[in-house]
Nanobody
Framework: QVQLVESGGGLVQDGGSLRLSCAASGRTFSTYAMAWFRQTPGKEREFVATISWTGVSTYYADSVKGRFTLSRDNAKNTLYLQMNSLKPEDTAVYYC????????????????WGQGTQVTVSS
């Protein structure tokens, strides 16, 4: 089992940048595929990006491709999401998630979730 804690959210202006972090407990972080999802009130949770165990493979939602970069440091048990060129429509609570299997974009495949961190992009 793994426990996840997100940080790095905040308020930023349109066009700005933020870096989210997700710290994982335990010594088996490198065996988990990881992902970020986001959610706004009244909407279903939306896939953002996912990364393989080793960090070699990544996959992004079209809405963030070219602006967001997902990476991981297995030695530090930490997942990162670098978000550049932020837009007001990126405003959401961002959640990191883990699964002990192949990386994918389906939220229901992820059994482990953090508590979320708020990102607000002002216009």
């Amino acid at each position: 089992q793994v426990q996840l804690v997100e940080s790095g959210g905040g308020l930023v202006q349109d066009g700005g940048s933020l870096r989210l972090s997700c710290a994982a407990s335990g010594r088996t972080f490198s065996t988990y595929a990881m992902a970020w999802f986001r959610q706004t009130p009244g909407k279903e949770r939306e896939f953002v990006a996912t990364i393989s165990w080793t960090g070699v493979s990544t996959y992004y939602a079209d809405s963030v491709k070219g602006r967001f970069t997902l990476s991981r440091d297995n030695a530090k048990n930490t997942l990162y999401l670098q978000m550049n060129s932020l837009k007001p429509e990126d405003t959401a609570v961002y959640y990191c998630a883990a699964r002990r299997s192949y990386y994918d974009s389906i939220q229901y495949d992820y059994p482990y979730w953090g508590q979320g961190t708020q990102v607000t992009v002002s216009s």
